[in-house]
């Protein structure tokens, strides 16, 4: 059975923020094809009067409602997701429930033990939101629907967690879903350097919450995740931190899928190649003053700035270990691509690049493309300095921080990242904490090879799939990571680039095609069965919890 009505809720529609935007916006396309406008979609108003790079308000969409909406005091606009589908998005003014705020924080902890004392942060914030968020849908569905339509509410992270547990107490009736993309506590111990997986089922997520300072984030998802009638999470790795850490099983796993209609084809695919690495290669010569020919093996890592999480720490590693291999063919250049303590771009590095000349010396630091305000404890660059890469002439192998959004604005790529990634030869991402892995799967879209481990749940897909641990050759090459196998895993790295830069002509466009392939299988036509499920499971325990 598929839904008459979905309401979806994020911190991230129509609002850039990082990965959830891309899951949400590409999936809208297979949902609005099924549902037909009864997909509407929930964000906040980060905008107030000022446009949305976003969002389309369309006055006439829902007017009799809105304009009854707004009589009561509820605060939005309607419109249109400003994505390829063009869903219906609604986006919430919540400041007017700052204050009530202790009594609405009050009736969550009588109704669920939502414990907000220790909220501090983006907490209220994200509370606020959520709780307008479900006044909306409540209005909405007492104006426009009733019992005979089967509606869902989709939560997506503890942001909106608030929601599903206001709608379960107004609007009985609708049915409540909530995904979690990686739990509060599970990368916050990740990201403060304690081994997780081999420590999971010994922690205890409250102790740890308390420990980590996260108690309100922590309890507002696990009491989510107990409450609601279906709840979900991207991967089977996540799902173990659910039943550990939240002490609940997930219902259903639900794999991130995406669309493929942003890869440009044939001719297209080729110029924009072409141009991207032209680009790269002319930033890495005037940074380093050292001339590539366009045989230079061009790789990358990119995504949010979580160092050890991310595995930059052991990319870099790897990279110094490239440096000095002997089995190395050809000339490397690196780049890492996460947005960091940015202060400008660089003046010098515009002026060279300017010049479309050719530079036989070095710029000053010739790491990074901008300077950061923190330059002397960066973890890139310190940890570059550290490991003796020094980017000189002789190097095989040069290292180049890209530390912004590259949103084709940053002042020296000036090239959007969809375009940039198709300069690549290969990505790495040998990630330790890493519920789905969006990058890996852009990059394969993109026909670029790339590097994972099995702590990604991206990585295990691909396994699961293949029956086997993914070699390069396939187009993606799975490392086993565990909490102790750092150094190992910077081998194999160095290994699978060495690999890899051996391969002749035939040999890359076979593992490049590969890659491409393997991507078809992540698509949204692919995946859309598993939320078919989850819908059915939530309407299912709705009418248990209706029926009480």
Same mark, same amino acid.
């Given at each position: 059975?598929?839904?008459?009505?979905?309401?979806?809720?994020?911190?991230?529609?129509?609002?850039?923020?990082?990965?959830?935007?891309?899951?949400?916006?590409?999936?809208?396309?297979?949902?609005?094809?099924?549902?037909?406008?009864?997909?509407?979609?929930?964000?906040?108003?980060?905008?107030?009067?000022?446009?949305?790079?976003?969002?389309?308000?369309?006055?006439?969409?829902?007017?009799?409602? $809105?304009?009854?909406?707004?009589?009561? *005091?509820?605060?939005?606009?309607?419109?249109?997701?400003?994505?390829?589908?063009?869903?219906?998005?609604?986006?919430?003014?919540?400041?007017?429930?700052?204050?009530? =705020?202790?009594?609405?924080?009050? =009736?969550?902890?009588?109704?669920?033990?939502?414990?907000?004392?220790?909220?501090?942060?983006?907490?209220?914030?994200?509370?606020?939101?959520?709780?307008?968020?479900?006044?909306?849908?409540?209005?909405?569905?007492?104006?426009?629907?009733?019992?005979?339509?089967?509606?869902?509410?989709?939560?997506?992270?503890?942001?909106?967690?608030?929601?599903?547990?206001? #709608?379960?107490?107004?609007?009985?009736?609708?049915?409540?879903?909530?995904?979690?993309?990686?739990?509060?506590?599970?990368?916050?111990?990740? *990201?403060?350097?304690?081994?997780?997986?081999?420590?999971?089922?010994?922690?205890?997520?409250?102790?740890?919450?308390?420990?980590?300072?996260?108690?309100?984030?922590?309890?507002?998802?696990?009491?989510?995740?107990?409450? $609601?009638?279906?709840?979900?999470?991207?991967?089977?790795?996540?799902?173990?931190?659910?039943?550990?850490?939240?002490?609940?099983?997930?219902?259903? $796993?639900?794999?991130?899928?995406?669309?493929?209609?942003?890869?440009?084809?044939?001719?297209?695919?080729?110029?924009?190649?072409?141009?991207?690495?032209?680009?790269?290669?002319?930033?890495?010569? !005037?940074?380093?003053?050292?001339?590539?020919?366009?045989?230079?093996?061009?790789?990358?890592?990119?995504?949010?700035?979580?160092?050890?999480? =991310?595995?930059?720490?052991?990319?870099?590693?790897?990279?110094?270990?490239?440096?000095?291999?002997?089995?190395?063919?050809?000339?490397?250049?690196?780049?890492?691509?996460?947005?960091?303590?940015?202060?400008?771009?660089?003046?010098?590095?515009?002026?060279?690049?300017?010049?479309?000349?050719?530079?036989?010396?070095? #710029?000053?630091?010739?790491?990074?493309?901008?300077?950061?305000?923190?330059?002397?404890?960066?973890?890139?660059?310190?940890?570059?300095?550290? &490991?003796?890469?020094?980017?000189? !002439?002789?190097?095989?192998?040069?290292?180049?921080?890209?530390?912004?959004?590259?949103?084709?604005?940053?002042?020296?790529?000036?090239?959007?990242?969809?375009?940039?990634? &198709?300069?690549?030869?290969?990505?790495?991402?040998?990630?330790?904490?890493?519920?789905? *892995?969006?990058?890996?799967?852009?990059?394969?879209?993109?026909?670029?090879?790339?590097?994972?481990?099995? #702590?990604?749940?991206? *990585?295990?897909?691909?396994?699961? &799939?293949?029956?086997?641990?993914?070699?390069?050759?396939?187009?993606?090459?799975?490392?086993?990571?565990?909490?102790?196998?750092?150094?190992?895993?910077?081998?194999?790295?160095?290994?699978?680039?060495?690999?890899?830069?051996?391969?002749?002509?035939?040999?890359?466009?076979?593992?490049?095609?590969?890659?491409?392939?393997?991507?078809?299988?992540?698509?949204?036509?692919?995946?859309?069965?598993?939320?078919?499920?989850?819908?059915?499971?939530?309407?299912?325990?709705?009418?248990?919890? $209706? =029926?009480?």
């Amino acid at each position: 059975m598929f839904s008459d009505y979905i309401f979806e809720a994020s911190w991230e529609v129509c609002n850039k923020v990082g990965g959830i935007y891309t899951v949400l916006s590409t999936r809208a396309k297979t949902l609005q094809t099924q549902l037909k406008d009864h997909i509407i979609f929930i964000g906040p108003d980060c905008w107030g009067d000022k446009e949305s790079p976003y969002f389309v308000e369309d006055k006439k969409l829902f007017a009799p409602w $809105v304009k009854s909406a707004h009589e009561v *005091g509820l605060k939005f606009k309607v419109g249109r997701w400003a994505v390829p589908s063009s869903p219906i998005a609604i986006i919430v003014d919540f400041q007017a429930y700052y204050a009530e =705020k202790n009594e609405i924080y009050g =009736k969550l902890w009588e109704a669920y033990q939502v414990d907000s004392l220790h909220a501090y942060g983006d907490y209220d914030e994200s509370a606020m939101f959520a709780y307008a968020a479900a006044l909306v849908v409540e209005s909405f569905y007492h104006f426009y629907l009733d019992d005979t339509k089967q509606v869902v509410f989709h939560a997506n992270e503890w942001q909106t967690g608030f929601a599903a547990l206001v #709608l379960q107490q107004r609007v009985p009736q609708i049915a409540t879903l909530f995904t979690t993309h990686a739990t509060g506590i599970g990368r916050s111990i990740a *990201g403060n350097n304690k081994p997780l997986y081999g420590y999971l089922s010994a922690y205890n997520g409250d102790q740890m919450a308390s420990e980590l300072n996260m108690e309100s984030k922590h309890s507002i998802e696990k009491q989510t995740a107990h409450a $609601v009638d279906c709840f979900t999470t991207v991967s089977d790795i996540t799902a173990l931190e659910c039943k550990e850490l939240l002490d609940k099983p997930v219902d259903v $796993v639900l794999p991130n899928g995406f669309e493929d209609d942003f890869v440009p084809k044939g001719a297209q695919f080729t110029a924009k190649r072409r141009n991207a690495r032209k680009q790269l290669l002319n930033i890495a010569n !005037a940074l380093t003053g050292a001339t590539r020919s366009d045989d230079t093996l061009l790789i990358s890592t990119s995504g949010r700035y979580e160092f050890r999480n =991310k595995g930059i720490d052991v990319f870099i590693e790897a990279l110094s270990r490239l440096n000095n291999d002997p089995r190395l063919t050809k000339d490397v250049v690196a780049f890492i691509e996460v947005p960091a303590w940015v202060s400008e771009p660089r003046h010098d590095l515009q002026e060279r690049l300017a010049s479309k000349e050719e530079f036989s010396t070095a #710029l000053d630091r010739p790491f990074t493309t901008h300077w950061l305000h923190n330059m002397d404890t960066d973890n890139v660059l310190t940890m570059a300095q550290r &490991l003796g890469l020094t980017n000189a !002439a002789t190097n095989k192998v040069k290292l180049i921080f890209i530390p912004c959004y590259l949103d084709g604005t940053d002042g020296i790529v000036n090239m959007p990242y969809y375009d940039v990634i &198709l300069g690549n030869d290969l990505c790495v991402y040998p990630s330790y904490y890493e519920p789905w *892995g969006y990058t890996p799967l852009e990059a394969i879209a993109f026909k670029v090879p790339c590097i994972t481990t099995d #702590l990604a749940g991206f *990585g295990l897909w691909a396994n699961a &799939l293949k029956g086997h641990y993914c070699e390069i050759d396939e187009g993606v090459k799975v490392i086993h990571r565990t909490d102790e196998n750092y150094s190992e895993v910077a081998d194999e790295i160095t290994t699978t680039i060495v690999t890899y830069a051996a391969m002749d002509k035939t040999k890359v466009t076979k593992c490049r095609n590969a890659a491409q392939k393997l991507s078809k299988k992540a698509l949204w036509s692919e995946f859309i069965k598993h939320y078919e499920t989850a819908y059915n499971v939530a309407f299912a325990n709705r009418d248990k919890r $209706v =029926k009480g």
